[in-house]
């Protein structure tokens, strides 16, 4: 018989794996509800009619499709069958999808549910979702998204408490980072001011490669887009703009003092980054104006967060839409949002080695089987230690002493407690440290307060 397996791009993990993701996970809830977000879920599958021309065509062909149930060949007709059309015959074939993303699925819950939301709605979800990619080192066909959004607001302070919690996460987790911030408006701005105001697209989607493949490729990608000599060589001061956000916020604004959109966006920009000036902010926040983001729905800021200390791609990701519930017939709802990247920040703390201890420590005290009496006794010490708190096992089998102490130090689990007749008679328990080797003989309250303490 052959060996199980799992598909492609997809994950096992294991209880010590479990542990790290669901620190990142909690760490990413609880800053998400210090901010009054709200967490809702949405179901796996979707319709494709819900799905399908969200993404482009290049997304329509990475949905997975879920076959109809019972007999999904009944609606085909023999012609159809030797036509060999996958697109016609999946459409008969397949009703429902793996959602590809949490945005579509959730402008799809803003319409249905709209009359029951107050407005502005603050949401989170932290959910999988399947692409049908080739699979490769860190991009799988099952992965988390982290997303919070803001519908039906177009203050600008949404955009600033969005920085603070990209800054609150990763100074929970530990995890040095730079915020950078652009503007599709100054985007707009710029592509109007070098004459290529139709082009804003191709130069979107070069000059946000300009850290992978530099000016030189970017420039390249530019001419093959069909972009004019002269205007390329008008784009090059603007994409070399350094110094402070102040200085290249200014040197943009005379830049772009003929465009309107562009002067829009410089106007949002700096009242962004002016408002947090005033706030506790640890982390760096880097005005990039070659900051692009790949999606076009972006109408207003857009962030990109990268780690500092180890290499590794965008780890945290979005910005301003202004039609979000648009595909679905309802537009004009504004909204804003980001995404954590879950398995790059677990891979980012695993380099870092930023997993504090107790994220990762299972069991705290075990429990030593001598036997059906000695059992018992261990029962009433461990229930007690549960309600304390403790994170507490009985090991299930009176086996030799050997195998339960390979068992407690293969779990990593710091105290096993000993109850034979003696501990019995005194109402008490040996309580060993695992790290240390020393040996105390208390009474359960004490092995209580002793790890509690800890």
């Known amino acids: 018989m052959a060996k199980p397996s799992i598909p492609k791009g997809t994950r096992d993990f294991s209880p010590e794996e479990m542990a790290k993701r669901n620190y990142i996970f909690n760490t990413i809830r609880e800053v998400y509800e210090l901010y009054g977000f709200r967490q809702i879920e949405t179901p796996a599958l979707e319709t494709l009619q819900t799905l399908m021309g969200k993404y482009g065509e290049e997304g329509d062909k990475l949905l997975f499709k879920v076959l109809n149930s019972g007999d999904y060949m009944a609606k085909l007709t023999d012609e159809e069958l030797q036509g060999r059309n996958s697109l016609k015959l999946a459409s008969k074939l397949s009703e429902k999808g793996l959602r590809y993303d949490l945005t579509v699925p959730f402008a799809r819950y803003v319409v249905m549910h709209r009359e029951e939301l107050q407005m502005p709605f603050k949401r989170y979800q932290i959910q999988p979702v399947w692409r049908a990619d080739r699979p490769q080192k860190g991009r799988y066909r099952e992965f988390y998204q982290c997303d919070a959004d803001?519908?039906?607001?177009?203050?600008?302070?949404?955009?600033?408490?969005?920085?603070?919690?990209?800054?609150?996460?990763?100074?929970?987790?530990?995890?040095?980072?730079?915020?950078?911030?652009?503007?599709?408006?100054?985007?707009?701005?710029?592509?109007?001011?070098?004459?290529?105001?139709?082009?804003?697209?191709?130069?979107?989607?070069?000059?946000?490669?300009?850290?992978?493949?530099?000016?030189?490729?970017?420039?390249?990608?530019?001419?093959?887009?069909?972009?004019?000599?002269?205007?390329?060589?008008?784009?090059?001061?603007?994409?070399?703009?350094?110094?402070?956000?102040?200085?290249?916020?200014?040197?943009?604004?005379?830049?772009?003092?003929?465009?309107?959109?562009?002067?829009?966006?410089?106007?949002?920009?700096?009242?962004?980054?002016?408002?947090?000036?005033?706030?506790?902010?640890?982390?760096?926040?880097q005005l990039d104006l070659t900051l692009a983001r790949g999606l076009n729905y972006y109408t207003g800021a857009i962030f990109e967060v990268k780690a500092l200390d180890t290499p590794m791609g965008s780890i945290t990701g979005g910005g301003r839409y202004d039609n979000l519930t648009g595909i679905f017939g309802m537009p004009g709802l504004s909204g804003v949002g980001i995404s954590f990247g879950a398995d790059r920040i677990y891979d980012v703390l695993n380099a870092l080695d930023l997993y504090p201890k107790e994220a990762t420590t299972g069991t705290q005290l075990l429990f030593i089987n001598f036997g059906e009496k000695e059992a018992a006794y261990c029962m009433e010490g461990a229930a007690k230690c549960r309600q304390a708190g403790i994170r507490t096992e009985i090991f299930p089998d009176s086996a030799k002493m050997k195998k339960q102490m390979s068992y407690a130090n293969t779990k990593q689990i710091p105290f096993v407690a000993l109850a034979g007749e003696n501990e019995i008679n005194e109402g008490k328990v040996t309580l060993k440290d695992m790290t240390t080797g020393e040996q105390q003989l208390l009474t359960i309250d004490e092995v209580i307060s002793k790890i509690t303490a800890l």
């Open 150 to 285: 803001v519908v039906g607001s177009d203050s600008l302070l949404n955009e600033v408490e969005l920085v603070q919690i990209i800054d609150t996460v990763f100074t929970k987790l530990g995890v040095r980072v730079q915020v950078k911030i652009n503007n599709r408006k100054i985007l707009t701005g710029i592509a109007e001011t070098i004459g290529e105001a139709d082009k804003i697209t191709d130069i979107t989607v070069a000059i946000d490669k300009i850290d992978k493949i530099g000016i030189d490729n970017v420039n390249e990608e530019l001419r093959a887009d069909g972009i004019a000599e002269e205007a390329i060589q008008k784009l090059q001061p603007i994409l070399a703009l350094s110094g402070s956000n102040d200085d290249k916020l200014n040197t943009i604004a005379k830049v772009l003092e003929t465009s309107e959109t562009g002067l829009k966006g410089v106007e949002e920009t700096r009242f962004i980054l002016d408002t947090l000036k005033g706030l506790p902010i640890s982390n760096e926040v």
